[in-house]
């Protein structure tokens, strides 16, 4: 499960990295910034996660919508792309 979640962009560098950690420790994987290049803070403070194991995927989420740091998270929907 890909899961995408959005800091609050008052939230400094150091809290992030808290946050990324505490989702590896989860399960998830390349937990990293969704336009790592960008310069807009508002674009710079979404996040996402990959490969949440399926079983693990409300834990993630609770925590993170428990989180003061983060503004939400979401699952990312599935796209079928349709000939």
Same mark, same amino acid.
């Given at each position: 499960?890909?899961?995408?979640?959005?800091f609050?962009?008052? *939230? #400094?560098?150091g809290?992030?990295?808290?946050v990324?950690?505490?989702?590896?420790k989860?399960?998830?994987?390349k *937990?990293e910034p969704?336009f #790592?290049d960008?310069?807009?803070?508002e674009?710079a403070s979404?996040?996402?996660a990959e490969d949440? #194991?399926?079983?693990?995927?409300?834990?993630v989420l609770?925590?993170?919508?428990?989180d003061? %740091?983060v503004?939400? %998270?979401e699952?990312? #929907?599935e796209?079928?792309?349709?000939r």
């Amino acid at each position: 499960m890909r899961l995408e979640f959005k800091f609050r962009e008052s *939230v #400094p560098a150091g809290r992030r990295k808290l946050v990324v950690d505490e989702m590896a420790k989860l399960g998830a994987s390349k *937990v990293e910034p969704l336009f #790592p290049d960008e310069r807009d803070p508002e674009l710079a403070s979404l996040y996402k996660a990959e490969d949440v #194991p399926d079983e693990m995927t409300d834990t993630v989420l609770s925590t993170l919508d428990q989180d003061d %740091a983060v503004e939400f %998270a979401e699952r990312t #929907p599935e796209r079928k792309l349709i000939r």
